[in-house]
Antibody, heavy 122, light 107 residues
Framework: QVQLQESGPGLVKPSQTLSLTCTVS??????????WSWIRQPAGKGLEWIGRISNSGSTNYNPSLKSRITISVDTSKNQFSLKLSSVTAADTAVYYC??????????????WGQGTLVTVSS | DIQMTQSPSSLSASVGDRVTITCRAS??????LNWYQQKPGKAPKILIYAASSLQSGVPSRFSGSGSGTDFTLTISSLQPEDFATYYCQQSYTTPLTFGGGTKVEIK
């Protein structure tokens, strides 16, 4: 059973960089043709796709955040990470990591982390 | 970006009711449409992928239909554990986008 777990600071100061790591267990991040993604959700609001990375390091980012995002993968640790620079209060949200699976004619998120709340405040 | 519009944004229903939620894409996405269920404090859970394919382990009372720009999620007989928020998501192109959600509440 694949499991994903987010980790990182729960409080980040404005203008600083938010850094989160997602640790994958129950399977190798290098196997298969999955994409590993970050998705966020402000309190009481909907879901926003941040970006994704393949196990070979190919990335796609949301253009609305692209200038501030870096997603990387460390296959030796079975982890992938998110860095979001120059944060403001608008970046306060629950951040999820998730695995994208493609099959049956579509791609979808089949495994998710439990989510981690990141608050941007001085 | 492809905009995903769900309706209604919320609804009240009773156990046993048939519930229908709609999702409209701002352009054709063929059948690249997924449905998720989210309960408070939990991550979303995949219900339907490719517009109408039921994810393994999901009860058969959930079904999806549609293609192009208009899609529907139907719960044939609402159960107590189905009270949650439902999101559609297009996987046609990046940036991937979600609908605003439909909260299903107890009447």
């Amino acid at each position: 059973q694949v499991q994903l777990q987010e980790s990182g600071p729960g409080l980040v100061k404005p203008s600083q960089t938010l850094s989160l790591t997602c640790t994958v267990s129950g399977g190798s991040i290098s196997s298969g043709t999955y994409y590993w993604s970050w998705i966020r959700q402000p309190a009481g609001k909907g879901l926003e796709w941040i970006g994704r990375i393949s196990n070979s390091g190919s990335t796609n980012y949301n253009p609305s955040l692209k200038s501030r995002i870096t997603i990387s993968v460390d296959t030796s640790k079975n982890q992938f990470s998110l860095k979001l620079s120059s944060v403001t209060a608008a970046d306060t949200a629950v951040y999820y990591c998730a695995r994208r699976l493609c099959g049956g004619g579509s791609c979808y998120y089949d495994y998710w982390g439990q989510g981690t709340l990141v608050t941007v405040s001085s | 970006d492809i905009q995903m519009t769900q309706s209604p944004s919320s609804l009240s229903a009773s156990v046993g009711d048939r519930v229908t939620i709609t999702c409209r894409a701002s352009q054709s996405i063929n059948n690249y449409l997924n449905w998720y269920q989210q309960k408070p404090g939990k991550a979303p859970k995949i219900l339907i992928y490719a517009a109408s394919s039921l994810q393994s382990g999901v009860p058969s009372r959930f079904s999806g239909s549609g293609s192009g720009t208009d899609f529907t999620l139907t719960i044939s007989s609402l159960q107590p554990e189905d009270f949650a928020t439902y999101y559609c998501q297009q996987s046609y192109t990046t940036p991937l986008t979600f609908g605003g959600g439909t909260k299903v509440e107890i009447k």
